[in-house]
């Protein structure tokens, strides 16, 4: 009888969980069809491509708000088994509700295992598709960026003129050895720019004591000269940071690679702790909303819960923000930015399951 009510949790959590997946799966889907609408607008791109372009980008979506989603599946299982008073059906069996959250832990952690192991590797390669595709139409010069052990380089376009910029090393807000090649629509050289030293803070860089090679001369100037662009150093980052698109092997190598460029990688290490502790952070969501429906009134209306699972999931997610920033600026290590939040609320959960077989 146990297993078989073991088989029974098990399917009704998983199809609350599939249920709610889909739903916010076809929000996202259809939210993210208007901004690619609006931004091929003007292009003379096929019909077809916005909606190929949400669903290549709606699970990467999807995927950061699996936490909420698990947090309400948990939630929408107990009032389920409320509803219906299968609940009954533990006391019954001379169980308890530690064994009903423990069935509701472990189901969230292995979803967890399957989302590093399964559904990231696929949302990531979609998400990087999805890139490339939106850089082929950009409007912004945008056509290439690339990240190797030369350094940065880049394409843009301005003016009708034609850059290839590459970057040795970069330090917020500079590029550091930086030689431009200059085209025009063409693709003739019109001339070659080298700098030891870029400020890139706004689209307007700042050349100080440039080297201009042109017409077989080199030309040393004492001043500071601007260079037009689409990029500063917010653009910069945010084009080659976009995490998303990288598995976790990926982001190993970019890792290794910022290393010997001695470029930060704090940005990586967070990204990729989010990703790998996932399904401890799932399986103390579900504690933690088992808690709270099995210590709630039952006269309470189902909206009630609901409700409370959505304002407790919005609580934790700007925690999570808080502490991501407090260890993106320094303030506290990488580590700790991504762990002190899961702690504390284990602490939360663990003295809730001591009284939870009173209820």
């Given at each position: 009888m146990v297993k078989t009510l073991d088989r029974y949790f098990i399917s009704l959590f998983f199809k609350k969980l599939m249920m709610l997946s889909i739903i916010f799966f076809s929000l996202s889907f259809?939210?993210?069809i208007f901004e690619e609408i609006t931004f091929l607008s003007e292009t003379t791109s096929s019909f077809y491509l916005p909606f190929m372009l949400a669903i290549f980008d709606a699970p990467t979506t999807l995927l950061e708000i699996f936490p909420f989603i698990i947090l309400i599946t948990a939630q929408l299982f107990f009032i389920d088994l409320i509803k219906k008073k299968e609940n009954e059906l533990i006391k019954i069996n001379n169980l308890n509700n530690l064994y009903l959250i423990k069935i509701l832990a472990s189901c969230?952690?292995?979803?967890?295992?399957?989302i590093i192991t399964v559904y990231y590797p696929i949302s990531s390669k979609l998400k990087f598709i999805y890139s490339d595709i939106k850089n082929v139409y950009s409007d912004d010069g945008k056509y290439l960026k690339h990240l190797n052990d030369n350094g940065i380089w880049i394409k843009d376009e301005f003016s009708n003129e034609i850059y290839i910029i590459n970057g040795a090393t970069k330090k917020d807000p500079f590029l550091e050895d930086v030689f431009i090649s200059k085209f025009n629509a063409d693709f003739d050289l019109i001339e070659n720019i080298f700098a030891k030293n870029i400020d890139i803070t706004n689209n307007k860089w700042l050349i100080k004591n440039p080297i201009i090679f042109k017409s077989n001369r080199q030309i040393s100037l004492d001043k500071t000269i601007v260079l037009n662009t689409h990029f500063n150093i917010d653009k910069i980052?945010?084009?080659?940071?976009?995490?998303?698109?990288?598995?976790l092997f990926e982001l190993i190598d970019i890792k290794n690679e910022n290393k010997l460029l001695g470029y930060s990688s704090q940005d990586i290490d967070l990204h990729f702790l989010k990703i790998i502790s996932l399904p401890i952070y799932f399986t103390i969501l579900v504690i933690i909303s088992s808690l709270i429906m099995l210590n709630i009134k039952r006269n309470k209306p189902y909206i009630f819960h609901v409700l409370l699972g959505i304002s407790l999931s919005v609580i934790i997610y700007y925690i999570n923000n808080i502490f991501n920033i407090f260890g993106l600026t320094n303030k506290i290590p990488i580590y700790l930015s991504i762990f002190f939040p899961m702690i504390f609320l284990g602490i939360i959960s663990t003295i809730g399951l001591i009284r939870i077989n009173e209820k």
């Open positions: 259809t939210l993210t969230s952690f292995f979803f967890g295992i399957i980052n945010s084009a080659f940071q976009n995490l998303n698109s990288f598995n």
